[in-house]
C-alpha cells in the first residue's frame, strides 16, 4: 500500500490550501483515512480523520478544515481554511487497516503513512 500526499506549499495568514493523498490498493472504501501533522520538535499529532461516517477533527482545526474522501478516486482531502502561522508542519495521511474507529487520534493505530507535505503559513 502506497500514500502518495500532495497540495502543500506556502501560504499567508487567513488563506487556503487543499491537500490531497491517493491510495494504492482496492477496497479504500473500507478504511479509515486520517491527515496528521508534525512541527519541528513536537511530536505527530491528530489533524482529522473520516471513514464512512461523521469525520472526526482535532479542537485546533475544528471550524476551519474539512476532511472529504472520493472513493472512486481512492483520495482522501483536507480543505484548510484560514490559515494560521501555527498550522505549519509538514502534514501526513495515514491508512488504519482495522475497521475500527477506536482510539482514531492516536498516531499508532494507524499502519499506513504518507510520505508527508510541507504546510507553511507566513504572518
Known amino acids: 500500500v502506497q500514500l502518495q500526499a500532495s497540495g502543500g506549499g506556502l501560504v499567508q495568514a487567513g488563506g487556503s490550501l487543499r491537500l490531497s493523498c491517493v491510495a494504492s490498493g482496492r477496497t479504500f472504501s473500507r478504511y479509515l483515512m486520517a491527515w496528521f501533522r508534525q512541527a519541528p520538535g513536537t511530536e505527530r499529532a491528530f489533524v482529522a480523520a473520516?471513514?464512512?461516517?461523521?469525520?472526526y477533527y482535532a479542537d485546533s482545526v475544528k471550524g476551519r478544515f474539512t476532511i472529504s474522501r472520493d472513493n472512486a478516486k481512492n483520495t482522501v482531502y483536507l480543505q484548510m481554511n484560514t490559515l494560521k502561522p501555527e498550522d505549519t508542519a509538514v502534514y501526513y495521511c495515514?491508512?488504519?487497516?482495522?475497521?475500527?474507529?477506536?482510539?482514531?487520534?492516536?498516531?499508532?493505530?494507524?499502519?499506513?503513512w504518507g510520505q508527508g507535505t510541507q504546510v507553511t503559513v507566513s504572518s
Open positions: 495515514a491508512r488504519r487497516t482495522s475497521g475500527s474507529n477506536h482510539a482514531y487520534a492516536a498516531a499508532r493505530v494507524y499502519d499506513y
Open positions: 473520516i471513514s464512512g461516517g461523521s469525520p
